[in-house]
């Protein structure tokens, strides 16, 4: 089955500057990779996917690369932002027939201080 | 639309009691999956259905746990009997049917026993 590592598992940042999670995956034919965000007492909500037909997706302030090659892919937060704190997951597709059915990493716990 | 409805929100229950945990996905989702997070083990896939029907189930921990879905906007998890590490945030989702697409999480239920 499918093998997800995330690291770091947490991650402590000062406000402005950027984080960087790594996540590395098992099977290379993985062809979706999401990251998920779970604020306290909250849903993990998706914030952010790539496909694997692309090298790297920008949305605003947070970015995705992925290198199909290494199996790895990285979720980048740049000027970070007291709201940013959360745990952020990623997570890789166990079959073909459906995105919702994921292998998530263990997650990484982001703090963001003022 | 209301997304995906879970409940009850909170369940506190005595160990060897029943527990049964409701889903109501998004209209027109036609996958379901019910997920369980743990300190321990993190997020973790259970089962999920298909047009009603549970496609795998190979994640439900125990014969003491099942999973029914008996029309397109309904689902359960039931937990009979219930032990005190089955205490989690049970999280249900759904998809469309194209199956190429994010899953969308409920609130999840936080069911703790005692």
């Known amino acids: 089955g499918e093998n997800v590592e995330q690291h770091p598992s947490t991650l402590s940042v000062q406000e402005g500057d950027s984080a960087v999670i790594k996540c590395t995956y098992s099977?290379?034919?993985?062809?979706?990779f999401p990251w998920y965000k779970q604020e306290l007492g909250k849903r993990p909500q998706l914030i952010i996917d790539?496909?694997?037909?692309?090298g790297e997706k920008k949305d605003q302030r947070i970015a995705v690369t992925l290198n199909k090659t290494a199996k790895h892919f990285s979720l980048h937060i740049t000027e970070t932002q007291p709201e940013d704190s959360a745990v952020y997951f990623c997570a890789v597709p166990m079959t073909t027939d459906s995105w919702g059915k994921l292998q998530f990493g263990a997650g990484t716990q982001v703090v963001v201080t003022p | 639309d209301a997304g995906v409805i879970q409940s009850p929100r909170h369940e506190v229950t005595e160990m060897g009691q029943e527990v049964t945990l409701r889903c109501k996905p998004i209209s027109g989702h036609d996958y379901l999956f019910w997920y369980r997070q743990t300190m321990m083990r993190g997020l973790e896939l259970l089962i999920y259905f298909n047009n009603n029907v549970p496609i795998d189930d190979s994640g439900m921990p125990e014969d003491r746990f099942s999973a029914k879905m008996p029309n397109a906007s309904f689902s359960t998890l039931k937990i009979q009997p219930s032990e005190p590490r089955d205490s989690a945030v049970y999280f249900c989702a759904s998809s469309p049917s194209s199956g190429n697409t994010e899953a969308f999480f409920g609130q999840g239920t936080r069911l703790t026993v005692v």
């Open positions: 790539i496909r694997s037909n692309v």
């Open positions: 099977d290379s034919a993985s062809n979706y």
